[in-house]
């Protein structure tokens, strides 16, 4: 294992310490228990957002905590749900007296211990509410789910329900638009490698020198099917027609297009993915009006990538194109 860390045990608390020093203007840390605060937090009258999942999936869920983002994101060890104390000091620290969505991906170890953390909230007369991204086509039910995993999509919800959070809308409002975008976004990853966990020293699955893996999930879950290695164009034909059709999305819909590297894979052969992409999307006659292309929802040093469209009406685009000033994405500022 090559990898530029100390020890495998304090990965996650020393990231930590230098998303701390690196971007103090905008976030504050908690080491104990683990968390990423918006520094300006809690926003009086704001529903609070907040998000968390397992570390090594960098920049998500903490590259999103800021204004038009997320409020707070809980990162737990490395593909390890965060524990509900993490979710509930988080939640507490941020709520502003509009109640607190939670916002995560479907896997059952998030699940439980949102649950848990959404009990001790109402307890203190906190408001909670969810959305639960599911968005993977690939498989219907995967080692750590019951039904979709949740993938990239997770990203655009960031986005999108942080800028509905900042527009003032109530905690109804956001969840009801949350989950509309839950029901219109749709995912699909391959990969050409896995990635090696810190603490387990070696790959996590094993992949042959000419295969790829089609439908994987970001902690090395199988996929569909393993074939040989195909070109850029072939893989991502393989990924983007079952994304259209699951829906399925229908000619003359905008949409937004987000290819998504999972952390090895080049910026250029991203672009040489959306290229294609986009040429499909048109063909079925989808218009394309707002996209994102890099490395927002990784696992670790996996090379490989995804595919994620979402219909985009004018609310969507709207809450697209308001400011947003986070670690990992900022416009409009």
């Given at each position: 294992m090559k990898k530029l860390i100390n020890a495998p045990e304090n990965v996650v608390r020393e990231a930590l310490e230098g998303i701390a020093l690196a971007h103090a203007d905008s976030v504050r840390v908690s080491l104990d228990p683990f968390y990423i605060a918006r520094k300006d937090a809690p926003k009086k009258g704001k529903v609070a957002v907040v998000s968390g999942g397992g570390s090594g999936h960098e920049p998500m869920q903490g590259g999103y905590v800021g204004f038009g983002?997320?409020?707070?994101?809980?990162?737990?060890?490395?593909?390890?749900?965060?524990?509900?104390?993490?979710?509930?000091?988080?939640?507490?620290?941020?709520n502003g007296g509009a109640g607190v969505l939670h916002l995560f991906a479907n896997y059952t170890g998030d699940i439980m211990n949102f649950d848990v953390s959404e009990e001790l909230l109402r307890e203190e007369k906190i408001e909670v509410a969810r959305v639960l991204s599911d968005d993977d086509v690939a498989v219907q039910n995967s080692l750590y789910t019951t039904g979709r995993r949740g993938v990239a999509l997770t990203i655009l919800l960031d986005k999108l329900v942080g800028a509905a959070a900042e527009a003032g809308m109530n905690l109804a409002q956001v969840k009801a638009f949350g989950d509309s975008i839950r029901a219109t976004g749709r995912s699909m990853g391959m990969a050409l490698t896995s990635c090696t966990i810190p603490h387990v020293g070696k790959p996590i699955f094993e992949l042959g020198d000419n295969e790829m893996e089609v439908g994987i999930g970001v902690h090395g879950e199988p996929g569909r099917q393993r074939l040989p290695i195909a070109s850029a164009d072939e893989v991502t034909e393989m990924l983007m027609e079952p994304v259209i059709a699951d829906l399925p999305y229908k000619s003359g819909e905008n949409v937004i297009l987000f290819v998504n590297g999972m952390g090895a894979t080049p910026l250029i052969e991203l672009y040489i993915i959306y290229r294609k992409a986009a040429e499909i999307a048109a063909k079925h006659g989808l218009k394309v009006v707002r996209n994102l292309v890099g490395n927002y929802f990784t696992s670790l040093d996996m090379a490989g990538m995804s595919v994620t469209l979402l219909r985009a009406d004018d609310a969507v685009v709207k809450m697209w194109d308001a400011p947003i000033n986070t670690a990992a994405l900022r416009w409009g500022i």
């Open positions: 983002g997320l409020d707070a994101a809980c990162p737990g060890h490395v593909f390890t749900s965060p524990t509900p104390d993490q979710m509930f000091e988080a939640s507490k620290a941020v």
